[in-house]
């Protein structure tokens, strides 16, 4: 039995079938395996699951190169406008060369390979209204998608990953867990050192939100101008460093029951007492 998914803007508003490749040493099966399988740090080409975070990488201006059905799936016309899906190169794949390209990892029932935008670089954060949210030490990629997308949801100016583990912004996992808005902002792989080095470049205030502060967060709505807002593992919490260099240093008002929160829900939380005052920062630091 064959499914039906929309797919925004097929020519002519038809249903189309194609031939299912079933030989895993075709050239096409190479190719997406050879994506899965990079480690590279600035790879040329990446993939991204599920229609939804297609569109949301389309609309944010990632070029796509090609779609991919698992077999069964059947395309159909739906209502928005992304109409470079008409003019994908589209194929269709097994189920057994899926599985083996997949293997125990999540298997895509749809999904594209896309042209990797330039990885992002603090310098941008400058040009960008809103606060930056930093993560130091933070490897849970569910948590950093969660992040990401609550920071796009605020109009942050962007996301900063200390010690993250990753290899590059566009890995697999994080598209899927930030629901494609890890294209909608940038998300900036950087060290402790030159993370340091640029907040005391640009003069940005730099908050920590940490278990034990004396200050409530609810001051936080008070300061003018962009804000770093530092977050850290539940685990290890912040680097001395990053704490060094805090200008203001905050915690969660909760029960005493508790320890700490998740960092997903921190963030939100700090991010909402930052727009919560209206003072939503414009760009007011040395360029």
């Known amino acids: 039995m ?22 895993p040493h075709h050239p096409i ?12 740090s600035r ?19 990632v070029r796509l190169d090609s779609l991919y059905l698992t077999e069964g799936l059947q395309l159909s016309s739906g209502d928005g406008a992304t109409p470079m899906y008409g003019q994908l190169p589209t194929y269709t794949l097994s189920h057994a060369v899926t599985d083996g390209l997949f293997g125990g990892e999540k298997r895509a029932r749809v999904f594209a390979l896309a042209e990797a935008p330039r990885p992002a670089r603090l ?32 109009s942050a100016a962007g996301l900063v990953l200390l010690e993250s583990g990753l290899r590059n912004a566009f890995d697999r996992r994080l598209i899927r867990a930030s629901r494609g808005l890890v294209f909608a902002l940038p998300v900036v ?3 402790t050192d030159e993370f340091a080095e640029y907040v ?4 940005t205030t730099v908050g920590t939100l940490t278990a034990h502060a004396a200050e409530s967060l609810e001051s936080v709505g008070g300061i003018r101008g962009r ?3 530092v977050l850290g593992s539940e685990r290890n919490g912040l680097s001395e460093q990053l704490d060094g260099i805090a200008s203001y240093k905050y915690s969660i008002p909760m029960s005493p029951d508790l320890e700490s929160l998740n960092v997903s829900v921190s963030a939100g939380i700090a991010l909402y007492e ?7 920062p414009h760009i007011t630091t040395a360029q």
């Not at 099966?29 to 590279?40: K, P």
């Not at 005391?200 to 003069?203: D, E, H, I």
């Open 2 to 23: 064959q499914e039906t998914i929309s797919l925004r803007d097929r020519p002519n508003g038809m249903e189309e079938e194609y031939a299912a490749i079933s030989d």
């Open 29 to 40: 099966v190479r190719r997406i395996n050879d994506v899965l399988r990079s480690r590279a």
């Open 43 to 61: 790879p040329k080409t990446i993939l991204i699951d599920d229609l939804e975070n297609i569109d949301q990488a389309a609309r944010s201006g």
């Open 123 to 154: 310098d941008d954060l400058s040009g960008r209204d809103g606060d930056i949210v930093v993560l130091d030490g933070v490897r849970l990629v569910g948590n950093i998608g969660a992040i990401t997308r609550t920071s796009a949801g605020f």
């Open 189 to 191: 792989l950087a060290t």
């Open 200 to 203: 005391l470049r640009k003069r």
């Open 227 to 229: 804000m770093a807002l």
């Open 274 to 280: 930052r727009n919560r005052s209206g003072q939503i």
